[in-house]
């Protein structure tokens, strides 16, 4: 029996060694097969270049063929800001080379509107917007919204998506917040990267945008961003950095403004130095749209690959360039590497026929679950959530009739089909709503749209100029302006005792929408919609019934002012086109609430820490942003300065609850790496997620720190009660380390490091310690980007 035994082990243990051989021969010929394709793609873009004339290789870097010969390369434009979008052209037939397909949207393809009466629109899917998502804390979630994105960017025709935006959420009032994610750059940089690997997945290119310290929108286009080296690694270039290392992007757009005292895309430091060099980075880099005021020279010189939308003075600029000998051909050539990589891996240029027809029905279940996953509840009295019994609701607010299911400009959708206000997602929910209440509202919209006249909003003389404005009334390109910009109905209580002896429960919906070229983040509750609040409340709470508010904003709102008043609040974002039956969704229970702030909610804006020097100097059209709060960004700022909030970072409420145990480190002791475990039970009634933070507070013996930084995170599959996860986290050097100007290098500081598991910034449930025995160096960096003035930044410690 043993040599029957001992021939049978021998045999397993051959073939085990066979089948690794096998395993490791596959990885081989897939490396090879790799390596091979990349030499060959390699050949072809130097063969291209080659082939190219000089005027080819300028009429290509300038507008990506915009002036080669018999080529009409058109985008949209608005009156107040350029709408890229344009499908593919063959620019120089010989060598088979076609223009780059591309389209702005950071929540969906943003192309035009169907036309009137249209009947064979290609439509398109409004997906919640930037900061929804990242309200979900979830990257596997939003790698599935990208993958539905990207297969509508490839089946219409594109080749690359000018998306994820992930400018951080410095200041509140910023008109693009809508576009960013978040004011914590790992949260920003984790789902940025899980948005580009699900857009790439389709092979279409994803863009990083704006690149760098693009933070506000006032004299956009020119101001200087003041910036130190320590609050740009830590802060502003990390998420970009994580993006970056993590997905791959095919391409990253330079911003339009100065970073110490240089225009982005002539800073050969950034783009060379610290993207290529230090985080490897393989794609292209395009400037902003109608950058005309830039040098063209500097641009080519500094790396850049496709001077966007192009002009003709930047086309003579370059071709002069190369005649007096300040630019040399072999310039424009190892930039145009770049150019043709992108172009040969497009589908475009591979000759795939899109169908024009994605799934869009599935893409919109994909759309309201991420926008259900991303909606946090701030508030929920006496229970008062979730509504058990179909009831007759009164629904005050004209946001409840007109979703804001994004903001506007180029980050805007203009191409779905239809939004789902809350009032239809009660109605398709089994509720009744008040007719007479919704005849009423939705008149008020329709005089609102046919008066067209100037939201007050925009009713002044700068943005009459830049909307080209000439009398009373809104130009075409308001369409989804007008209804949100303008005033809300005033509701008398007469009115009111009305509609509440007709009805079990309000629902009110306040909204503001917000857009690139304006600092209109942060608009306050006007007086006739804190009267709105008041009065609702007032009257139903007498009654002994309850009262909803939505919020249908685009980010960060003030609160203090009314939160008292009703019995639950829930914060739904702009949530794309399914935003009423998401909310909807939450209000049933048939989604248990998940999501988490991104961003702290201030008791109000004094309290913002960049509050004081937003958006510069001169305030109403600055030439300098100074960055003065340093690394004090959110709730870095606040936990470390004891600052409160009305809502802290990282909060949002559920319909259950959970507890957190067993918080175990794999050591005392750092050495190269940390494994951190804790368990998370349910202890509620009905099934739920819940997202936890690791936070880790440094010491701070030598260099100044915040209290506490968020270093990772991670959400629980769906649990039933009474059932527990365990989930794993892992620390590297990197996440111990702080900036060092001085010998710009990472360094961690030798002490003792204390990991807190949290459900927000404020709610530490469970903490642990290690050790580093000895300060460590984790990485040496290049010296650049010093800031090209004297600022005294913020300081836990200044007197």
Known sequence: MNWIKYFIMKLLKNLLIGGLFLIAAQILMQACSSNQQAESDKEKIETLIASMTLDEKIGMIVGDGKFLPA???????????????????????????????????????????????????????????????AATWNTGLVENVGKAFGNEVLEYDYDLILTPALNLHRNPKCGRNF??????????????????????????????????????????????????????????????????????????????????????????ELLQDIVREEWGFEGLYMTDFDMYYGDAVAQVRAGINMIMGGSRDEYNEL?????????????LDENLVYNMKLKLSSPSMKAYVPSLKPDLEAHAKIAREAAGEGMVLLKNENNTLPLHKKETLAVFG????????????SGGVRSNKYAISVNEGLKSAGFKVLKEMENNYTGFIEKTKRENLVPPYFDNPKMRADNGIKDDQAPPHFKKRLVAFSKEQAISRVDIDKYESKSDLAV?????????????????ITQIELNLVRDVCDVYHAAGKKVIVVLNVGGVWETASWRDYPDAILMAWQPGQEGGHAVVDILTGAVNPSGKLPDSFPLEYETVPSASTFPGEPAENPTNSFYKEGIYVGYRYYDSFDVPTAYEFGYGMSYTSFEYSDLELSSNSFSSKMQVTVV????????????????????????????????????????????????????????????????????????????????????????????????????????????????????????
């Open 508 to 524: 009110i919906t306040l909204g503001r929408s917000g857009g690139e070229n304006y600092e209109n983040g942060y608009l306050p």
């Open 71 to 133: 080529v009409d390369l058109t985008a949209e434009e608005n009156a107040d800001v350029f709408i890229a979008n344009r499908n593919s052209k063959l620019l120089i037939p010989r060598l088979s080379i076609r223009s780059t397909a591309l389209t702005d949207g950071p929540a969906g393809i943003n192309k035009g509107p169907a036309p009137e009466g249209a009947t064979e629109y290609t439509y398109t899917t409004a997906f919640p917007t930037s900061t929804c998502l």
């Open 319 to 331: 071709k002069a360039a190369l005649k007096n000998k300040t630019l040399d051909e072999s310039t």
């Open 179 to 268: 576009e960013y994610y978040s004011e914590d750059p790992l949260l920003t940089g984790k789902l940025s990267a899980s948005m580009v690997n699900g857009l790439q997945s389709n092979g279409i290119g994803a863009t990083l945008k704006h690149f760098l310290a693009n933070n506000q929108e006032t004299n956009r286009r020119k101001y200087n961003a003041v910036v130190s080296q320590r609050a740009l690694r830590e802060i502003y270039l990390r998420g970009f950095e994580i993006a970056v290392k993590e997905s791959k992007p095919k391409a990253i757009m330079t911003a339009y403004n100065k970073l110490n005292g240089f225009y982005t895309p002539e800073i050969p």
């Open 398 to 409: 004209k946001i409840s009739y007109y979703l804001i299911a994004v903001g506007t400009g």
């Open 680 to 799: 998370v039970k349910n202890t509620g009634d009905v099934a739920g997620k819940e997202i936890v933070q690791l936070y880790l507070a440094a010491p701070s013996t030598v260099i100044e720190k915040p209290v506490q930084e968020l270093k990772g995170f991670a959400k629980t599959e769906m649990l039933q009660p009474g059932e527990s996860q365990q989930l794993s986290f892992e620390l590297n050097a990197h996440a111990l380390a702080s900036f060092w100007s001085g010998i710009s290098a990472w360094k961690a500081d030798k002490g003792d490091y204390e990991v807190r598991m949290a459900a927000s910034s404020k709610d530490i449930r469970l903490k642990a310690s290690f050790n580093l025995p000895n300060d460590i160096i984790i990485e040496e960096v290049h010296d650049v980007l010093y800031p090209n003035f004297v600022m005294e930044e913020m300081s836990r410690f200044s007197k």
